[in-house]
């Protein structure tokens, strides 16, 4: 897991007066479905404009994780799953049941339910973005199921109405030990009848060369040079009509393709990280694909001193992988991953999981700035099915010759989640400095599931169940504009998820773990989790304009939570609600333009959340004790540095950023599924530079990432307690290259 706070981009950035170039700027954010002063939302709010992504060379959802306080991207590594991840804000984190954190492309929801246990979900890549907002808190008022934690908002750009405005980016880049990257993008749009009809059409491509070899794991011959190499491809076309003064209707489509040609992870075994020496020793290519569209129509209709918006939107996501099996199936059966004996075969699992949703979203909102009351009610609407398919073949010779051409295990399950929903918001201005804010969501949600499969040639018995929520999100606040340049806030809000049911495990092979726990096979179904949050913040600007501090304190109260009851013997996992946790944390961010000229800045956070009670399974084993950590590391920290000079009779700029968190909380060591072998990542730092030079429009950079080596793992798994090989993930190794944009 990467998760680092740089720049400080939350930080408040308040003008002192028009015009003023010694004053840090402001950001416009839709964090409460208007357009305000990111200084005003009372709401603690990360903001990234496409020159800030620019600057900070961010390019996927890994970058935007390290730039962000509180923000948990968490990779997968070992053989039972593939190169997706998990997210989590300010430790609200769980890998299994419905997301706890919403992602949202404009106003349209894309997070997925992990209804198997390879689920994965779609990141947009970064480019041509208006705008990134990351929401920290529950969002469940506004935002829905599935914003328990809080929300990550990607906002794409609307067609110019006015005037033409173009965007070229082209990076090359070389990898120490590894092939070169480089991607090439273009993005344009205007007026085709002005203020009536408007455009903007986009593509971009990315190859990121792979580093790490896979090589034969019983001789160490190379089969397969720097095999993990990435392409991806985003495309965007969306078409404005204002056919009133007061009606404007857009509609877009968005289509996104990323290919892994590999794992991105390496064996400790065959590998020497501190030599840039990657290897793995896969006995089969494992690819993946993870390709969406999203075509989406938005209406909008300004009445007086209140606007109707109306969204509707259709997300289709599939991602495939091809994992090997081999050494899973090896520890297994053979109680040792590398024992390979005559007979056997490579062993692979085909994984597809396909989702489709269609979403509608209609508010009415008021407009007025004058007014003391300021309102949005609206309604909900969102159905949502994932296909989720699952066939292993061959293996082990002494169970897959028995088997001829039948699959060893094969699990096909279908999900269907419902919503609907009402909320409202209304903000009273009790004096001109004064507000108080009150909201509440009433949802009527259900989900359906059905599942079956084989292990061994052996059917197992279908599982079929629903269940069926009307949970109530509501959430109350208070601000205080103390003078212009000092914002004081309070909150209180509900965020949830919902309940589902549990897949099948093979029986026979999870028989041991399942009789420890007191059990025969898994538990039907688990219940919604719920949790409130409170907090207090403080948004400052100070010296001028030109010191922003942004600051906050909170409390969280999770209850029933949903997580995962890992089995080691077979390597399921079912998922249960494990009780309550209370959570304590505080984040502090700050940005100072020391001079005309010169930047710097910082951010940390800091999240202790924790579980209230020992949880027991069975006659004597612990699922949780009282006190054991939920999330990752608990702390992070960020600083930079940005200053501009004159070169060659143009701006020159130089940039450092520098990141660090520490490691992961001990796993304890009483709890049933503990591993007294896997240890859990430590310290992670990393630092890169960027030296340019701006002619008119263009932009010229040069930069160098991961500049100390950073070999720290992010992730770390193997096949059973006690057995090499560990397989891990790690930050992209020493890498320099050149960027050349142009903004107009």
């Known amino acids: 897991m990467v998760c680092a706070l740089a720049g400080a981009l939350s930080a408040p950035v308040m003008a002192a007066d028009a015009g003023d170039d010694s004053a840090l700027q402001e950001i416009v954010v839709t964090a409460t479905r208007r357009a305000e002063d990111i200084n005003k939302v009372p709401i603690n709010v990360t903001a990234y404009t496409p020159e800030q992504l620019d600057q900070q060379g961010v390019r996927d959802f890994d970058d935007i994780s390290r730039l962000t306080p509180d923000l948990q991207f968490t990779h997968q590594s070992g053989a039972a799953g593939n190169n997706s991840s998990n997210i989590a804000i300010r430790g609200v984190f769980s890998d299994v049941g419905a997301a706890t954190t919403g992602i949202y492309i404009d106003d349209t929801p894309i997070q997925m339910r992990n209804v198997g246990y390879w689920n994965a979900n779609a990141f947009p890549q970064i480019f041509d973005l208006e705008r990134v907002e990351v929401l920290r808190g529950p969002q469940g008022t506004l935002f829905g199921a599935g914003a328990e934690g809080g929300a990550v908002r990607f906002i794409l750009p609307e067609p110019g109405l006015k005037s033409y405005s173009s965007y070229v980016r082209s990076e090359l880049a070389g990898t120490v030990s590894g092939d070169p990257s480089y991607e090439i993008g273009a993005a344009t749009g205007g007026p085709i009848v002005e203020d009536k009809l408007g455009f903007r059409v986009s593509t971009w491509w990315r190859n990121d060369g792979g580093y790490i070899d896979r090589v034969d794991p019983d001789t160490g011959a190379k089969t397969d040079s720097n095999s993990n190499y990435r392409q991806s491809l985003v495309t965007r076309a969306a078409l404005t009509s204002v056919p009133l003064d007061s009606l404007k209707i857009t509609g877009s489509i968005l289509y996104q393709n990323v290919a892994d040609h590999d794992r991105s992870q390496y064996w400790d075994t065959l590998s020497n990280s501190s030599s840039d020496d990657f290897k793995q020793g896969s006995r089969t290519q494992q690819p993946t694909a993870d390709k969406f569209y999203l075509p989406a129509l938005k209406i909008q209709f300004d009445l007086e001193k209140m606007s109707f918006i109306s969204n509707t939107s259709y997300f289709f996501h599939r991602d495939y992988a091809a994992l090997d099996y081999t050494t899973y199936f090896g520890g297994i059966f053979y109680k040792n991953p590398l024992q390979y004996l005559p007979g056997d075969v490579p062993s692979q699992a085909f994984i597809t999981n396909t989702q489709r949703a269609v979403t509608e979203e ?198 029933d939570i949903q997580q995962a009851v890992r089995l080691a013997s077979c390597g399921f996992p079912f998922v249960g609600n494990l009780g309550e946790a209370t959570g304590y944390g505080g984040d502090l961010a700050a940005r100072f333009k020391v001079m005309k000229d010169f930047q710097a800045g910082f951010s940390a956070g800091y999240v202790s959340l924790a579980y209230d009670r020992t949880i027991l399974e069975g006659p004597n084993a612990i699922l949780v004790n009282k006190g054991d950590a939920i999330g990752g590391p608990p702390f992070h920290l960020a600083a930079y540095t940005l200053y501009n000079f004159p070169l060659l009779n143009h701006t020159g700029f130089y940039r450092i950023d520098y990141t660090y968190q520490n490691g992961s909380p001990a796993v304890d060591s009483r709890t049933f599924s503990y591993d007294s072998t896997l240890t859990q990542p430590g310290p992670l730092k990393s630092l890169s530079m960027r030296l340019g030079m701006q002619l008119g429009d263009f932009e010229v950079s040069v930069f160098g990432n991961n500049l100390t080596k950073e070999e720290t793992p992010i992730a770390i798994s193997h096949d059973i307690p006690g057995s090499n090989p560990y397989y891990l993930q790690s930050l992209r190794p020493l890498t320099f290259g050149i960027t050349a944009l142009y903004r107009h």
């Open 362 to 559: 209609a508010r009415l909102q008021s407009t007025d700035p004058d007014s003391r009351l300021g309102w949005t009610v609206g309604v909900f609407y969102s159905e949502m099915k994932q296909d989720d398919r699952d066939i292993t073949m061959k293996g082990q010779v002494s169970y897959t010759k028995r088997l001829g051409d039948i699959p060893s295990f094969t699990q096909y399950a279908y999900a269907k989640d419902t919503q609907i929903a009402g909320f409202a918001n209304v903000d009273f201005s009790v004096t001109k400095a004064f507000k108080i804010s009150a909201g509440v969501r009433v949802s009527d949600d259900k989900f359906e599931f059905d599942q079956e499969g084989a292990f061994s040639g052996k059917p197992h018995a279908p599982v079929t169940g629903s269940q069926k929520d009307n949970p109530v999100t509501p959430k109350f606040g208070v601000s205080y504009q103390v003078d212009p340049n000092n914002f004081l806030y309070a909150t209180a809000a509900k965020g949830f998820r919902q309940g589902g049911v549990n897949a099948a495990v093979p029986a026979d092979l999870c028989a041991p773990d399942l009789a420890v726990l007191g059990l025969t096979s898994t538990p039907a179904a688990y219940t919604q989790d719920s949790l409130w949050s409170y907090e207090i913040g403080s948004k400052n600007s100070l010296f001028g304009g030109r010191l922003g501090l942004d600051s906050s304190v909170y409390m969280l109260k999770w209850k």
